[in-house]
C-alpha cells in the first residue's frame, strides 16, 4: 500500500459542505486504525474523526452532529463528511493511517471557511 492522499479541500462560505477523501493506492486498503486530524494556523494539530477497522467511528465533541466518517474500501478510501462548516473549521486536514503498528501520514489538504 501507498501512502494515504488527502483531497476534498477548498474554500468555502460558512454553512456549505465538504467532503474529505483519503485514498491509499494499492489493491486492498488495511488498516487498524484511521484518523483525521486538522491543525489550524498557529494552533497544535488535534483529531477529529476515528474509524477503526470494526467500523467503530468516534468523532470529536467540538465537531459531533457535524462531522462524519466513513469507509469505501471498493474505492480505498475514507471519508470525512463536514456540514454546516464554520470558520473554526479552517484548518489542515491530515489523515493518518495506522497499520501493524505503523503511522503513516498524507501530506493533507486545505479547509477555508470565510465569507
Known amino acids: 500500500q501507498g501512502q494515504p492522499v488527502e483531497s476534498g479541500g477548498g474554500l468555502v462560505q460558512p454553512g456549505e459542505s465538504l467532503r474529505l477523501s483519503c485514498t491509499v493506492s494499492?489493491?486492498?486498503?488495511?488498516?487498524?486504525?484511521v484518523y483525521w486530524y486538522r491543525q489550524a494556523p498557529g494552533k497544535e494539530r488535534v483529531w477529529v474523526a476515528i474509524?477503526?477497522?470494526?467500523?467503530?467511528?468516534y468523532i470529536v465533541d467540538s465537531v459531533k452532529g457535524r462531522f462524519t466518517i466513513s469507509r469505501d474500501s471498493a474505492k480505498n478510501t475514507v471519508f470525512l463528511q463536514m456540514n454546516n462548516l464554520n470558520p473554526e473549521d479552517t484548518a489542515t486536514y491530515y489523515c493518518?493511517?495506522?497499520?501493524?503498528?505503523?503511522?503513516?501520514w498524507g501530506q493533507g489538504t486545505k479547509v477555508t471557511v470565510s465569507s
Open positions: 474509524i477503526r477497522n470494526n467500523g467503530n467511528t
Open positions: 493518518n493511517v495506522v497499520r501493524d503498528g505503523n503511522s503513516h
Open positions: 494499492g489493491s486492498t486498503f488495511s488498516f487498524d486504525t
